[in-house]
């Protein structure tokens, strides 16, 4: 059974640092993802590792956002500091599954983590 399993979210003070992990169990992966859905928004793309260990980031979250991942544990994270309000929002872990050579994009989803951020 596939499973991602998001930790982490929480409330927190504009200025402060969170810390999410997501854990991956029940299929093979090739990259990783983090998503964000703001209140009436749609969801944008955070941050996402590549299956060659390169990272990229939405420019909303450049030099305040790192991506990490332990392959031992099956654990990626996205540590968030000087978090702003504009920040709050459901954060999700996507994988792109591995198929032999093939690598499909964003084939699975976590559940949602809420990250508030408030004054």
């Known amino acids: 059974q596939v499973q991602l399993v998001e930790s982490g979210g929480d409330s927190v003070q504009a200025g402060g640092s969170l810390k999410l992990s997501c854990r991956v169990s029940g299929l093979s992966t090739c990259g990783w993802g983090w998503w964000r859905q703001a209140p009436g928004k749609g969801r944008e793309l955070v941050s996402r590792i590549g299956l060659d260990g390169a990272t990229t980031y939405a420019d909303s979250v450049k030099g305040r956002f790192t991506t990490s991942q332990d392959n031992a544990k099956n654990l990626f994270y996205l540590q968030m500091n000087n978090l702003k309000i504009e920040d709050t929002a459901v954060y999700y872990c996507?994988?792109?599954?591995?198929?032999?050579?093939?690598?499909?994009?964003?084939?699975?989803w976590g559940q949602g983590t809420q990250v508030t951020v408030f004054s």
């Open positions: 996507t994988v792109d599954r591995r198929d032999g050579d093939n690598c499909y994009y964003r084939t699975h």
